[in-house]
């Protein structure tokens, strides 16, 4: 069983930045279309960003323009970078394959935008 970590999140404020890293414990990352989602409370998952083994990007509409997503795939490792962040960008934040994520979710990794 692969097993994702996130890591990265915490708290920051409007307009602020993070980078999150998503590790993965066996090189898999060449085979799957990896992706961002996020949870945000009371609301259901949701796809923020995903990208290709050749790096070919897919944007939500809400994060188009400020968030990056990359990846390395010697390092088994998925990127987002956010910018301008905003407080509707709080969720705890989780990678996975795409479009059926078929990996054992991980813990995530909160963010938090708050003044």
């Known amino acids: 069983q692969v097993q994702l970590v996130e890591s990265g999140g915490g708290l920051v404020q409007p307009g602020g930045s993070l980078r999150l890293s998503c590790a993965a414990s066996?090189?898999?990352?060449?085979?799957?279309?990896m992706a961002w989602y996020r949870q945000a409370p009371g609301k259901e998952r949701e796809l923020v960003a995903r990208?290709?083994?050749?790096?070919?990007?897919y944007y939500y509409d809400s994060v188009k323009g400020r968030f990056t997503i990359s990846r390395d795939n010697a390092k088994n490792t998925v990127y987002l970078q956010m910018n301008s962040l905003k407080p509707e960008d709080t969720a705890v934040y989780y990678c996975?394959?795409?479009?059926?994520?078929?990996?054992?979710w991980g813990q995530g990794t909160q963010v938090t935008v708050s003044s």
């Open positions: 066996r090189n898999i990352f060449s085979i799957y279309v």
């Open positions: 996975n394959d795409y479009p059926r994520a078929t990996m054992a």
């Open positions: 990208v290709t083994k050749s790096g070919v990007t």
